[in-house]
């Protein structure tokens, strides 16, 4: 059974960078799948982030493409989110899935449980 | 690009049929055949539960489906169950995008 777990500070500071970690079980990071952020402020609705490859390849979502990166690191099997520059409207519940059936850019089959980040002095 | 439309609620009795709209564009919606649904309980995270237009996961019930018309998509629960009470996001491929709608909140009478 595959399973993504994030993990990272709960608490960040305005204009400060946003860093988390989604560990992987049950599936290589070096299979066939890409891998992704998907971000929900409270109460509100969903917003892909971007997806990461086991090469490197990433696709981003253009209205944060500047301020995003995504990483990976297969040997561990996690992949990371780092988001610059954070202000209050960066407040979410952030959460890392597997995408289906190996397309870059696609529905995702499995997620995490979701990370709330709070952006806050 | 915009998020897709959705209507904010919709509601039926047990037993009923209910239908929940998406409309995006001929950018996204309308242009590929990549449409996908997802139930999110509170507090949980989403599940997916039709990729592809009309396609189920492995253990979704077939009372779930999917259709597409144009730039609108739809997903038809039949034959309400009490546990069909919960959010409904649509998504769609949008050439090297990933667009959501906005969510309908589903209650179950």
């Known amino acids: 059974q595959v399973q993504l777990q994030e993990s990272g500070p709960g608490l960040v500071k305005p204009s400060e960078s946003l860093s988390l970690t989604c560990h992987v079980s049950g599936s290589s990071l070096n299979s066939i799948y890409y891998w992704g952020w998907i971000r929900q402020p409270p109460g509100e609705g969903l917003e892909w982030i971007g997806n990461?490859?086991?090469?490197?390849?990433?696709y981003y979502n253009p209205s944060l493409k500047s301020r995003v990166t995504i990483s990976i690191d297969t040997s561990q099997n996690y992949f990371s989110l780092n988001l610059r520059s954070v202000t209050a409207a960066d407040t979410a519940i952030y959460y890392c899935?597997?995408?289906?059936?190996?397309?870059?850019?696609?529905?995702?089959?499995?997620w995490g449980q979701g990370r709330l980040v709070t952006v806050s002095s | 690009q915009s998020a897709l439309t959705q209507p904010p609620s919709a509601s039926g009795s047990p037993g009923q049929s209910v239908t929940i709209s998406c409309t995006g564009t001929?950018?996204?919606?309308?242009?590929?055949?990549?449409v996908s649904w997802y139930q999110q309980y509170p507090g949980k995270a989403p599940k997916l539960i039709i990729y592809e237009v009309n396609k189920r996961p492995s253990g979704v019930p077939d009372r779930f489906s999917g259709s597409k018309s144009g730039n609108t998509a739809s997903l038809t629960v039949s034959g309400l169950h009490d546990e069909d009470e919960a959010d409904y996001y649509c998504s769609s491929y949008a050439g090297n995008n990933n667009l959501f709608g906005g969510g309908t909140k589903l209650t179950v009478l």
């Open positions: 990461v490859y086991r090469d490197g390849s990433r």
């Open positions: 001929r950018k996204d919606v309308g242009g590929y055949n990549y």
């Open positions: 899935a597997r995408v289906g059936r190996g397309y870059a850019i696609m529905d995702f089959d499995y």
